[in-house]
């Protein structure tokens, strides 16, 4: 619709969709330019103390797409574009929604394939404010099994990895 701001589908490139809530219940909306046939990772990433934002996605005939309240989903666009994220406040904070569409790795790190032993492919640092990291792992560069290894100061099993495809299909 015409009162849904402009919003990016390259995230990882281009930084998290950004805003405030006022109150419950309140509802933002933001117009994408992913085409048809694509998905879109949603990845939730409130700032410290602040809010984690219902998202729903529909398409340009109102059709539900995808609904979803977790810090992470695959939304398939099997509808007819232009496509709209509607944003539901849980209560009144600041929110920042990462949205990147499957198949494009703007923004994400190189995965390079590495020899078993000490060294490795890629390294990553997460924070409170960052909790996620995109790796791309090239066509010629993947094998059939990957090691992941990954140090918390904290000394807490707190992260996990998960691999998708060009088509956001977890592999």
Known sequence: GTDCAAARDDDFASGP????????????CLALPTATGNGLYLLDQPPAGDVSPEVTVFDAQGVQ?????YAFSV??????????????????GAYQLIIQRTGD?????AWP???????????VSL???????????????????????????ANQLNASVQVYDSAGDQV
């Open 113 to 123: 394939q590495s020899a078993f032993g000490g060294s490795w492919g890629v390294q």
């Open 127 to 153: 924070t409170a404010d960052q909790r996620t990291a995109c790796l791309a792992i090239g066509a010629d560069q993947h094998s059939t099994a990957e090691m992941v290894d990954f140090t918390n100061t």
């Open 17 to 28: 969709a950004t805003g405030t809530f006022s109150a419950a219940g309140e509802q933002q």
């Open 105 to 109: 790795t703007s923004g994400c790190t």
């Open 75 to 92: 939304c398939k666009l099997t509808g007819t574009a232009p496509f709209q994220v509607v944003l539901t406040a849980p209560d009144a």
């Open 65 to 69: 797409q995808c609904d979803t309240t």
